[in-house]
Structures are given as structure tokens and as C-alpha cells.
């Protein structure tokens, strides 16, 4: 098809000559708080590996580095029907999955948008409850007739939760803006069981997985050359096979058919990445969503790159501008000042303002947020929206560059999902950049590097059916599927 539509305009300061000296010397300085070079880069990168390590080590560390029980690579010849339910951080997806047995897959997903007062009900069992009636709703649908057997679920829960075996998953702590009472510390399976019972779904829940795991295993089912899934949406998070004998907390806990030249997929959880603040350079809004987040000082990495965070840090930074009297004079900031009101897709739609006048941005400020800009403002504001998404997608290779240095890789491809992965707009070729300048390769095309980004779109149902198909076939073999006497 030929483009006819207008072109994005590019990135360059020059067209910023309109924009008054005194705000663009404030936009150098949020340059300079957004910049990450390639030296920080490859310092950050190689404090990952080490993190990585530690947190397989028996004393632990930062990063959770879960064992997620998946402890063979999955052949492709996983067959069969299968539920997957995935609770990310902004929806609820019902999938049903038919593989194929021959590397290939059909999928038939419904998505219900969870209700934002979700994420912090006081009851817990509500949310449990949502889950269990949309996942009713489409079993209802898809099987009219009823079901012979009940149907195999694998259960993708996007939250850290510490794993003894396959189908159980106690949550750590939530993250994401979610805080719902009496879940951390607690097995989620059962509280989902509970509320499947009550309404006599013809369900078995047999693995809680996590997405990023799914994502890894659905890639490697249909490309044996993956080596991570990763997830750039609400949370940024990713997913890699390690070696038993290299899982030191794992040691004497495992039955002897899980031995230590077996693989074991690993759920990194790696948002949590520099809690300590050593390596990632903050900068004052950084620490200001920090302390103003329901869990300061934890999940620093995150904070800095995920989905749910880049509006917010837009949100600051324009009050920042504002505060100091450079922009936005005598508009009603009444919608501004609402922390989260702006989520990614704002940094995301504007950059991708096609209009050399910004006409588009100009229409979703006025109509959204309620304030009206000058086309210089909208010049800065569109720049600071680059500076946060290059920014994002900069420090989000680091969690992929530290698990290939961890694991001696060289090349490999990386199975991608989430929004900001899919849609925010030079995402790709922005993290394709900083994987070159931290392992130094000649520039070319992203598709010729030796780790290549590739979109791994909804593969996470996949992921989970077959995941759900490797556990079942191991329960039916009498084999273990976590620590002995879980
Ligand atoms: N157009 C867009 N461009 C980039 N990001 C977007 C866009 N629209 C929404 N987002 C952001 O994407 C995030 C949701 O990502 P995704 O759709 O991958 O959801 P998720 O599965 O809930 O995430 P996760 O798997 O991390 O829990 C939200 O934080 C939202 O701000």
C-alpha cells in the first residue's frame, strides 16, 4: 500500500527554533536526566548479570529469579485443547488454545478490561470472582454442548509469586499499582479454585504460569532459537532457561527426575532490578514517583521503564515545566494535576503526531486533559515523550543484555510482548540501538544483529496451553513438578 498520509515529523532540534531560549534550556537539562549512554549502559548490563546470579544464589537478592517448574523445552508435538487465562496489568484475556502437535496452534480470546477500582479492591475475592465469571462467560460460549472432561487451564498470573511446584504460586508482592489485602503471602491457585467451584466450571487448574514464561515457551514451540521471553507493558519482566546445577537455591530440594543437567525456566521478576539504587541513574521525577508510589523503594527498574509509569513521568515533567512558568500560562491544570491521568498510550500517541504542527497532540491535550498549547509547546512536550520512550526502551535491553551475558550467549532471538513493545512508536529500533552500543556490533539493519527483537504478540495463551500440556504429561508419569514434599 502506498503511504499517501502525512509523514511523522523526525527528531531534530532544529525545528525547536521558535521555541524561547529560557524553555529550551530547561529542555537541555531534561535531555541530559533522560540520557543514557553506552558506557552507563554496558555498566548497567553487566550489574544485571550479576544480579541475576544473585538471585539464584542461596542468600538470594534483589531480583526474585523464580523457578517456574517448566523443566524440559517443549518439542512442538504438544497437542490438544486447553484454556489459558492471563491477568496482566490492564486485562483479563481468555484464551482457548488448540495445539496442534506439529509446531502450530489456533486460538480463539476474548479480553475483558479489568475494572480500574480492581487493582486496589479491599475485597480480594472479588477480583478472583471476575476472573471466574469472565472465564465462564466464554466457556459457556465456546462449548454450548458442555465438555466430556473438565478442560486443562493454565493459569498466567503476571505478578510475582514464589513457585514449590507447577500449580501453586504464592504471591510475593503486588506491583503494577495493584494492592488488594490478603493475597501477598498467599497460594492465588486455591483463591481462583474457590471461586470456579462456586459456579461449577468444568475447569482443572494445572500450572500458574507467568507471562513472560508463557511468551518464552509459546516462542519456542513455534522458533527452537529463543531465548527469552520478555514483556514490555504494564510491567517489564522477562524469562530464560537456566541449568538446574547452576540454581544453587534449588540445591537438595529437588527428586532425582529432576536432575542437575536438566533446564528450568526462570520467571526473573527483574522489575524489582537495583532497588539499592547503585546503577540506574534517576533522575527528580524518577524519585518522585518513587516516594509517591504505594511501595517505595521497591521495583526500581520498573519504575523507570514499564508502561504503567511513562504518562506519569510525561505528567511530571510538563508540571515541572509549568511550575517554573515556561509553559501552559493561565490554562486550567485541574486535569493535570491528577497523578495518572495520562497512561503510555499519551507519550506513545503524541510521538506519533504525524503534523508538523502537532495538530494531532494539540487535539488530544485539548479534548482529554483540557489544556490548550502553543505549537512551541507541543515541540517540547512531543521531545520530552522521545526522551521518555528512548529512554525506556534503553534501560529495558539492560534485563535481555544481563541474562545473554549471564548465560555466555551471543546471538539468539528474543520473544517480545506488551503494548509498549508493540506500539510505542521507534520502541524497536531505540532498543535495537542499545543492545549495539552495549555489545558494539557494526551498524546495520536490527534484523542482521545477533539478537534480534522479535514480536511475540498474544503468545502467552500459547504459552501457557503448553505449558499446561508438559505439566499434565508429567503428573500422568508419576514425575515431579516442584520440591520434593510440596
Ligand atoms: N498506544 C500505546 N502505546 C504504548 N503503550 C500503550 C499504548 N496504549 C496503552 N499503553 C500502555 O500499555 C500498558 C498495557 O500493556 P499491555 O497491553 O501489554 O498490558 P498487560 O498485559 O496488562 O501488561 P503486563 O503484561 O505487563 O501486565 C499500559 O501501561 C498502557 O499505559
Given amino acids: 500500500m502506498v503511504h499517501l498520509g502525512p509523514k511523522k515529523p523526525p527528531a531534530r532540534k532544529g525545528s525547536m527554533v521558535d521555541v524561547p531560549q529560557e524553555l529550551l534550556a530547561e529542555l537541555n537539562t531534561l535531555e541530559q536526566q533522560f540520557a543514557v549512554s553506552g558506557e552507563q549502559l554496558i555498566k548497567i548490563s553487566e550489574h544485571f548479570a550479576e544480579e541475576l546470579g544473585k538471585g539464584l544464589s542461596k542468600e538470594g537478592g534483589n531480583i526474585p529469579m523464580i523457578p517456574s517448574w517448566v523443566v524440559e523445552y517443549p518439542t512442538g508435538k504438544e497437542s490438544g ?42 475485597k480480594p475475592e472479588e477480583l478472583f470472582a471476575f476472573i471466574a465469571e469472565s472465564l465462564k462467560n466464554f466457556v459457556d460460549e465456546q462449548f454450548p454442548k458442555g465438555v466430556d ?3 486443562p487451564l493454565g493459569f498466567t498470573f503476571s505478578f510475582p509469586a514464589s513457585q514449590k511446584k507447577i500449580n501453586s504460586g504464592v504471591l510475593q508482592r503486588w506491583t503494577k499499582g495493584f494492592d488488594i489485602p490478603n493475597v501477598e503471602g498467599h497460594d492465588v491457585v486455591p483463591m481462583l479454585k474457590a471461586e470456579i467451584e462456586k459456579r461449577n466450571i468444568p475447569i482443572d487448574v494445572v500450572a500458574l504460569i507467568n507471562d513472560t514464561t508463557g511468551t518464552l515457551v509459546a516462542s519456542l514451540y513455534t522458533d527452537g532459537d529463543t531465548k527469552m521471553g520478555v514483556i514490555f507493558g504494564t510491567g517489564v519482566n522477562g524469562a530464560y532457561y537456566d541449568v538446574v546445577k547452576d540454581i544453587p537455591k534449588l540445591e537438595g530440594k529437588l527428586a532425582s527426575d529432576i536432575p542437575g543437567e536438566s533446564v528450568m525456566a526462570i520467571n526473573c521478576e527483574y522489575g524489582s532490578f537495583d532497588n539499592e539504587h547503585v546503577v540506574l541513574p534517576r533522575n527528580k521525577y524518577d524519585i518522585q514517583i518513587d516516594e509517591e508510589s504505594p511501595r517505595p523503594g521497591q ?20 508540571l515541572d515545566l509549568h511550575s517554573k512558568g515556561l509553559i501552559l500560562k493561565d490554562q486550567d491544570m485541574t486535569k493535570l494535576n491528577k497523578p495518572f491521568i495520562m497512561d503510555t498510550s499519551y507519550p506513545s500517541r503524541i510521538e506519533d503526531d504525524p503534523f508538523e504542527n502537532l495538530e494531532d497532540t494539540d487535539e488530544i491535550l485539548q479534548s482529554e486533559i483540557g489544556i490548550k498549547t502553543t505549537v512551541q509547546e507541543r515541540k517540547v512536550i512531543r521531545r520530552i515523550c522521545e526522551l521518555i520512550g528512548t529512554r525506556s526502551a534503553r534501560l529495558g535491553v539492560c534485563g535481555i543484555a544481563g541474562v545473554f551475558k549471564k548465560r555466555g550467549y551471543k546471538s539468539g532471538s528474543v520473544a517480545c510482548d506488551g503494548s509498549v513493545f508493540n506500539r510505542y512508536p521507534d520502541f524497536k529500533e531505540q532498543a535495537a540501538q ?7 556490533w557494526e551498524k546495520g539493519e536490527a534484523s542482521s544483529y545477533p539478537i534480534v527483537l522479535t514480536a511475540a504478540e498474544d503468545g502467552s495463551g500459547a504459552g501457557a496451553a503448553v505449558i499446561a500440556a508438559l505439566a499434565q504429561k508429567r503428573l500422568a508419569a508419576g514425575l515431579s513438578v516442584g520440591v520434593v514434599d510440596a
Fill in 149 to 151: 472432561k473438565p478442560l
Fill in 434 to 440: 542499545a543492545l549495539r552500543d552495549i555489545f558494539g
Fill in 299 to 318: 521495583q526500581a527498574f520498573e519504575k523507570m521503564s514499564s508502561g504503567y509509569y511513562l504518562g506519569e513521568l510525561l505528567r511530571l515533567a510538563i
Fill in 81 to 122: 485443547d486447553f484454556l489459558a487465562i492471563d491477568l496482566g496489568g490492564t486485562n483479563l484475556r481468555v484464551v482457548l488454545i488448540k495445539l496442534g502437535g506439529d509446531r502450530t496452534f489456533d486460538s480463539t480470546q476474548s479480553k475483558y478490561k479489568l475494572p480500574e477500582e480492581m487493582r486496589t479492591t479491599q
